[in-house]
């Protein structure tokens, strides 16, 4: 996979949380209840992992085109939450996704056109 220019995506709202809810029907209440979360041992309500996953495809797509993207397999490694900035940036084996703190949020592993045999 070639480079990818390091990009901070703005805060992940409330909002897209819940309009990513109503497109997949999943209104479980670790993503909307802050006292369900709080109970839980979490300091908030937690995003959807595959949108945590949607906005890093989102990051891949934009710079190296839909058609050479040909697999992404993401490791989520911390909780994501409303307000929080992620960061995508190029690792030895794909893209590493940190927050503002510096926790690692996600690892990815991206196979791309030109990373196939005999290009």
Do not use: C, W
């Amino acid at each position: 996979m070639r480079a990818i220019t390091r990009t901070t995506l703005p805060p992940i709202t409330r909002e897209q949380v819940q309009h990513y809810a109503e497109a997949v029907g999943d209104f479980n209440p670790m993503h909307f209840d802050v006292d369900f979360a709080k109970a839980a041992g979490l300091p908030d309500t937690v995003v959807h992992g595959p949108l945590t996953v949607a906005k890093i495809a989102d990051v891949l797509v934009a710079q190296l085109g839909a058609d050479a993207l040909l697999n992404l397999d993401v490791r989520l490694r911390a909780p994501v939450f409303p307000g929080d900035e992620l960061t995508v940036e190029s690792a030895d084996y794909g893209v590493s996704v940190t927050k503002a703190d510096g926790t690692v949020a996600a690892t990815g592993v991206v196979i791309t056109r030109e990373d196939e045999p005999g290009r």
